[in-house]
DNA sequence: TATTGTTATACTCTATAACTATA
DNA sequence: TATAGTTATAGAGTATAACAATA
C-alpha cells in the first residue's frame, strides 16, 4: 500500500475507511522511523511493557498485550539476540521464564521513544493542540477505555 | 495481533499508537466482515473507485488509488474471475485497458457498502453522533484532505 | 525509446496446531 | 491431566524487479 498522498474520494468521506488509512499510514511511518535502531513496531511495544511490569512471564505479556503466544516466543527471541531483554529462570517453577529488559534494553527503549515521539509530533502536525487531544480523547473512547 | 481487548498502558496514552490500534483494528474488522461476499478490503476500495468513473485505465486506478501496478492486476483478475469487473479494449491504444463494473460487480458493491455501513455503525457506537462527525473532520485533516 | 500491463519471485508477517518440559 | 513455552509449517498479503506487447 501507498500513503503518499491523501486518499480518494468517495472512500475518504467514511470515518471507517479514514480510521483505516490514517492508522495503516501511522503504523507505516512508524515501523520505517523504528527500522534504523533495528526494531520494529512489536519490539517497541513488548520493550515498553516489560519496563512496565519487569519480571512477567510470557504469557503475562501474551494476555496484557496484542501479541499472541508464538508469535511472543518470535520476539522475545529476536530482542536476546539484540541483547535488550533477558529470560530468566524462575526456581520455583521452571515452566516459568521472568522478562526483563537488560540495560541496553533500556537505553534502546529511550532512544526508541524519541523517535516515537519525534514521528508523533510529525505526523500529526496537521492538527494543532487542541485538535490533537481532542482526537487522543475521541480514539481512546473509541477503543474502550474508561477515563 | 489481536483486537478483542482495549490496548494496555502506557502505549494507550499516546495518540500515534491509539491511532494505529483503531485503524488496524478497523481493517481487521472489516475484512471479516467483507469476507462472506468474497471480497477483501482492497477489493471493496477498487470496486468503489471503478463505479465513481468508469472507463479509468489500470494506471489510471493506480494513480488515484494505494494499489501499486502489479496487485492492481491481481486484484482486477480477481474481480474479473469473480464476474464483478471486466477490462474492456481500447481500439485507439491497445495496450491499455478501460476497466467496468458488471451489472453483478454493482450489485455486489451495494451489497458491500450495506456491510461497510453496519460495521462502522458498530464499530464507532462507543462515540454518539457529534463526535463522530468530530473525529471524522479531524482524521480528513489529518489526512490531508482540504476541506 | 517510452509506456502499459503482466509475470515471477521472494519476502514479511502471522496464525495454526503439534510438540516438549515441567508441574 | 494441565500449564508454560516452543517449534514447525503453511498461508495471506505485498513488494521488487524483470519481462512482453504496443506505441
Known amino acids: 500500500m501507498r500513503f503518499d498522498q491523501p486518499p480518494p474520494e468517495p472512500l475518504a468521506s467514511a470515518t471507517g ?13 512508524f515501523a520505517r522511523a523504528l527500522a534504523p535502531l533495528g526494531l520494529r513496531p512489536p519490539h517497541f511495544g513488548l520493550l515498553t511493557l516489560i519496563d512496565a511490569e519487569p ?22 527471541d529476536e530482542l536476546e539476540q539484540l541483547g535488550l531483554a ?18 541496553r534494553g533500556a ?7 524519541k523517535v516515537a ?19 487522543r480523547l475521541l480514539l481512546r473512547k473509541l477503543a474502550g477505555i474508561e477515563d
Not at 86 to 102: G, I, W
Not at 129 to 134: G, N
Request: glycine share 4%; hydrophobic share 40%.
Open 17 to 29: 475507511f479514514l480510521l483505516s488509512w490514517n492508522g495503516q499510514r501511522m503504523a507505516h511511518l
Open 55 to 76: 519480571g512477567r512471564t510470557q504469557q503475562e505479556l501474551v494476555a496484557s498485550s496484542m501479541i499472541d503466544p508464538s508469535s511472543m516466543v518470535a520476539n522475545l
Open 86 to 103: 533477558e529470560r530468566r529462570q524462575n526456581p520455583a517453577d521452571r515452566r516459568k521464564h521472568a522478562v526483563h529488559l537488560t540495560r
Open 107 to 113: 537505553s534502546t527503549l529511550a532512544k526508541a521513544r
Open 117 to 135: 515521539v519525534g514521528l508523533a509530533a510529525d505526523a500529526l502536525s496537521p492538527l494543532d493542540d487542541a485538535e490533537r487531544e481532542t482526537l
